[in-house]
């Protein structure tokens, strides 16, 4: 409960960006690899991206690469998703979570998860 905090959600126009935030208990957080999820209407969850605990190896969905950017900050136990160029796809609950050291797709994978942030992007 509250391991994983995400805001920076919000009701934006096609073609703007937007910074996502995910603050995590240290528990969830060190060592392991972060990711994003999103659900939109209607949908099944996706996974967006992932980061390495050293922030060297990434990972993304191919409807995201190029527009978004998944980074972390690990003195503040915090990973961030950087998008831009937003457009109606890409409205969608988005869900910050934990996995073990190895990067994946799969939410399997993810045993913490936040509580998720809408992210409306309107034409």
């Known amino acids: 409960q509250g391991q994983l905090v995400e805001s920076g959600g919000g009701l934006v126009q096609t073609g703007d960006s937007l910074r996502l935030s995910c603050v995590a208990s240290?528990?969830?957080?060190?060592?392991?690899?972060m990711g994003w999820f999103r659900r939109a209407p209607g949908k099944e969850l996706e996974f967006v991206a992932a980061?390495?605990?050293?922030?060297?190896?990434?990972h993304y969905a191919d409807s995201v690469k190029g527009r978004f950017t998944i980074s972390r900050e690990n003195a503040k136990n915090t990973v961030y998703l950087a998008m831009n160029s937003l457009n109606s796809d890409d409205t969608a609950v988005y869900y910050c979570?934990?996995?073990?050291?190895?990067?994946?797709?799969?939410?399997?994978?993810?045993?913490?998860w936040g509580q998720g942030t809408q992210v409306t992007v309107s034409s």
């Open positions: 979570a934990s996995a073990g050291p190895t990067i994946s797709t799969r939410r399997e994978f993810y045993g913490h």
């Open positions: 980061v390495s605990w050293s922030g060297d190896t990434t």
């Open positions: 240290r528990r969830v957080f060190n060592r392991n690899v």
